[in-house]
């Protein structure tokens, strides 16, 4: 009896440190190449949607509230910015500020990195909430329950792993023009950093419609939603909540669409039923139950996408987005001013035709790519051969060339039939 005891005894004590540094059911595989290829398995994900309580969720909501107004620039934005920048660094987290400043505004985002274990992968998954609050109003919904739930799910995040990075950004400057997000993803794109998917979380603490989410997605992120709705299929045992799919709206995640990166807003239904940039925007008004559900709704997307193998990823190299090129020589990088209404953030201007050019990564046989304008396509921009170059202009089949402001596509298909998409919008300034 003795004996058996002190053998169960040693494999706990094997087990144990093992466990607590790489979460409780996580499976661990090694590739030919000797690479360390973190998997969780559903039942890590479920623990992880099970950890996410009201007493944790409060906790930071009510700490983000106590600063109180949080206009864009003002002390109180910074004090709560410094908050959060050490509560990302006590949970382990690399975190830093970065402050920003544009003609009328400056202030700053909280940048928190929570690295990928997979030394080949260089993706990353963003993550934002905004900081800043407008009118007299303290924002306990807009946005402190975004950023609430970042926070939440950065901590329980830290006892796991993932193949790829996740980023926490705390963006400010939103309610004058979202210059934080626009911030960040600007710098993001100028460095290559290869952002798989941006979720934004806005506004979710109150639901006048029950159980709902909106997902206001732009078309080119059609599959993102999808892989949401799989996501909450797979967990609806635990996860009590509807995601809705939503024609797109120019909040944060436009920043992230503009330079070229997929991305999603994840708000309430009704917003405007709302009391938002008053003072009735306070504590009082948060539905922990439903506030509950969407943050296990967005770790668990998180999760799964953390960990996701990439099949293939398709990502344009020339032209640049931001940038002026004359034919195929880029002649001007430009400043990139916040006009966020105006639709040019971010954008490419072309005098004369300029050949695209492609990135893809992939494992797999690539049976076609096709370039598209404006979503159509033609045969002399249909490749089944590598380099899958084009040169930019008007589809065969139209009688005018493009001038204007028109949208580029790329589609990737692999030998098992899966698919890449990556576009961007250009501004032809002469005929092409
Ligand atoms: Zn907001």
Known sequence: MSK????IGAVI???IPFQSVIGLNQDI?????NQIIIQNTDLDVISMINKINYS???????KIVSFGVRHVGSENCRNAAEYINEEFQQLGLESCIDSWKYPK???QNVIATYNGTDPTSDAVFVLTAHLDTIGNSVGANDDGS???ALLTIANIFSNYNFNHTVKFVIVSGHEVGTYGSFDYAKKAYFRDENIIAHINVDMVGNSTCGNIIQAWTPERSYRLYYFTEEISYKYEKYIDIE???????PMDSQ???DYGYDAISFIQPKVFDYPIHTPEDSLDKINYPYFENVTKLVIALTAEFANKPIDVQVRFVTPKEGHAYLFNRPILKLLGLNLHRSRIRGITYLIGRTIAKINITTEEEIITVSYSIDGNTDYYAIFTESPYDWKIQKPIMSNFRLIGKHKLGVHVCTSTGKTAYDEMDFYALTPI
């Not at 595989?29 to 190449?33: E, S």
């Open 243 to 249: 995601v809705q799919l939503t024609a797109h709206y």
């Open 4 to 7: 058996k005891i002190a053998i």
């Open 13 to 15: 004590l094997l087990i």
């Open 146 to 148: 975004g950023v609430a």
């Open 56 to 62: 944790i969720l409060f906790g930071y909501l009510e």
């Open 29 to 33: 595989y090694t590739t030919n190449d």
């Open 105 to 107: 505004y400056k202030c």
């Open 255 to 257: 920043s992230f669409v």
